[in-house]
């Protein structure tokens, strides 16, 4: 019987064998299995480019868009097949290196760029890569660090943030410098807007075309409501063309008479701020690290939440506002930022035009004789800021960056503090690349921890050849700095992991789940001392002293689920009665697994503490 069913199937056209194996439910390794039953289905299947196309996108559909682009700019691809085998050769080795990542660098909290060298022939072409290995390699990153903690390789997913940031960030320093390169007409504001969010959030896949659609979708609302209320607008008589265009480009001036783009804007300000709710957070005002937040200048997350601060819904207003034909100009303060409009541009100095400004959290037009909702700020002159040039899209996306790096320094969230703030400055670095202020606040960063300075004082060998003496000097200081730091370092002789063996007095073993008794907060044990081994001004502010068992009882290094990492001693330590995961970014860095009652050390904490696992076994258990 199969043998007759053999038989039926290969005398099906081919068109039908493609179309049963084109389900969704058949994975590689089946259409394979199937085209080796015989030397025809053989042909018909490793033939069939349509065939392997589409199930190339069904395995990885979040590639889609950068092989359209591909096939758009560069070539069409020939082969499918070799597309599929390049991609699962370049993920294999991918992982390969990400599983060798823990054994080199066990003590470095943040990596520096040069430690993560090894990876570049893998996602740049001009190092040997497939043409579009980077979306293979950063598409498997996010695929790991998507899923699940307690079904992943706990020490794998921590690398796997860092080497998708990587190569996240080296790849948009290149978008950022065809952005700065691009006529201003065509740097638009959500492309820069889209670029800070895509730096920022480097283990998400923050895609432009999404970001763009939903804009559009803003500006068809739009039209929708304007068509109700004066079906008669001119706006309705254009072609699709026209609206594309200001799509991708800034335009010189309102397309429409003073009264028509008011009638546009109101239909924009009905939509945005009645129907789709934009606004502020309601509490925004009241705290500074509220109005801060780095979610609130990610343009992604502003468009799903329908709030953030003023520069995200401005971004947001006036893409939308160009989609209609209507611009709208950003206006940068040290204080404030605004969206200003005028019925016309481009016109004489000595003709008198009226300004207006833009309360983005409200639509509503500002004039001197009203004020804005900003802050706890009740009157200003207005007027002062008539004289103000519009924003260019670079200046507003450092003014992101500068914002980002105020919310990571003011943040009380412990949790992957320190690669938030190491994120923003180095947007910063990339956007204002030879400011002397944003490389000494990246320098100190980089020395806290004990990181790669040498790209730093490239660019400080730089500014020191051709920059103005007003540069020069500031940077000659800084150099000076790091190369004493440098010096130190060289003489400082690397650490050895110190083999821990057990003493009687160690209670508890480093995995283990546990409760503070003083202070409540649950915690994991990464490691521990035989007696208190900090410096006597951090026991004399702690008061260890005062504890029962003073310094000459053991005390453990722990990571406490607030994100912060402790130093605690014996006494102060309780098993907790029902294990639970532990919220600390720093986990995997120590540990590869979450069993449900202890964390399971990674191979190079295991080689450091190689007696524990008996221990913490025999407590658990009992």
């Known amino acids: 019987m199969k043998m007759e069913q053999d038989v039926l199937i290969t005398f099906l056209p081919n068109e039908v064998i493609e179309v049963i194996l084109e389900n969704e439910n058949l994975n590689f390794v089946d259409v394979v299995n199937f085209a080796r039953t015989c030397k025809h289905l053989h042909r018909t299947v490793f033939f069939s480019n349509k065939l392997w196309r589409i199930k190339f996108f069904q395995r990885w559909p979040l590639l889609k868009e950068a092989y359209e682009s591909y096939e758009k700019h560069e070539t069409k691809i020939k082969n499918w097949l070799d597309e599929i085998k390049a991609s699962i050769a370049t993920r294999s080795e991918l992982m390969r290196r990400l599983s060798e990542m823990s054994g080199k660098n066990y003590r470095k909290q943040e990596l520096s760029h040069s430690e993560l060298k090894d990876f570049d022939p893998l996602f740049r072409p001009d190092e040997g890569s497939h043409h579009l290995a980077y979306h293979f390699c950063v598409d498997e990153l996010t695929d790991l660090i998507k899923k699940s903690d307690l079904n992943s390789n706990l020490t794998d997913k921590y690398y796997a943030h860092k080497v998708a940031r990587y190569m996240r960030q080296y790849r948009l320093t290149e978008e950022w410098q065809k952005f700065t390169n691009l006529p201003p007409r065509e740097q638009i504001l959500e492309r820069g807007a889209v670029l800070v969010a895509q730096w920022s959030q480097p283990e998400k896949y923050v895609n432009y075309s999404c970001v763009s659609s939903q804009l559009d979708e803003i500006a068809e609302r739009t039209k929708s409501v304007l068509k109700e209320q004066h079906p008669q607008h001119p706006l309705f008589s254009l072609p699709a063309e026209q609206f594309r265009h200001w799509r991708m480009k800034n335009i010189d001036d309102n397309q429409w008479s003073g009264t028509r783009t008011r009638q546009v804007i109101a239909a924009l300000r009905e939509i945005m701020f009645n129907r789709l709710g934009f606004q502020g957070d309601s509490e925004m005002y009241c705290t500074s690290e509220m109005y801060y937040s780095s979610e609130n200048s990610f343009i992604d997350q502003v468009l799903e939440r329908k709030h953030g601060i003023p520069i995200t819904i401005a971004i947001i207003f006036e893409s939308v506002a160009r989609r209609v034909g209507v611009r709208c100009e950003p ?119 004990q990181m790669d300075l040498a790209k730093l004082v490239d660019v400080l060998n730089r500014i020191q050849e051709g920059s103005e003496l007003s540069s020069r000097g500031p940077a000659c200081s800084i150099l000076r700095m790091l190369q004493d730091y440098e010096n130190h370092m060289n003489v400082v002789r690397e650490e050895i992991i110190e083999v821990k063996r057990r003493k009687p007095e160690v209670k508890y073993a480093i995995g283990m789940i546990m409760k503070h008794r003083r202070y409540e907060y649950t915690c994991v044990i990464t490691g521990w001392d035989a007696r208190c081994e900090a410096s006597l001004e951090w026991m004399n502010e702690m008061g260890v002293e ?58 190079e904490k295991t080689a450091e503490y190689p007696e524990d696992a008996e221990v913490r076994n025999s407590l658990i258990t009992t």
């Open 546 to 603: 005062e504890l029962s068992g003073g310094s000459h009882q053991p005390f453990y290094n722990v990571f406490a689920d607030d994100g912060s990492s402790r130093y605690v001693a014996q006494e102060n330590l309780l098993i907790l009665s029902t294990p639970q995961w532990i919220n600390n970014f720093e986990i995997g860095r120590y540990f590869c697994e979450f069993n449900g009652t202890h964390y399971t050390p990674n191979a």
């Open 331 to 449: 206006v940068s303060s040290p204080a404030h930022f605004f969206l200003r409009w005028k019925e016309k541009y481009n016109v004489p100095e000595t003709e008198d035009v009226e300004i207006f400004y833009i309360d983005v959290f409200t639509g509503q037009f500002l004039t001197k004789n009203n004020c804005p909702r900003i802050g706890r700020l009740s009157m200003y002159p207005m007027e002062c800021y008539n004289s103000l040039n519009a924003a260019t899209a670079v200046e507003v996306v450092q003014r992101m960056a500068n914002n980002l790096e105020v919310a990571a320094r003011q943040c009380t969230y412990l949790n992957g503090r320190a690669s938030r703030l190491r994120s923003a400055l180095e947007l910063m670095h990339m956007v204002r690349p030879y400011d002397n202020a944003t490389i000494l606040d990246l320098a100190r960063f980089y020395m806290l921890h």
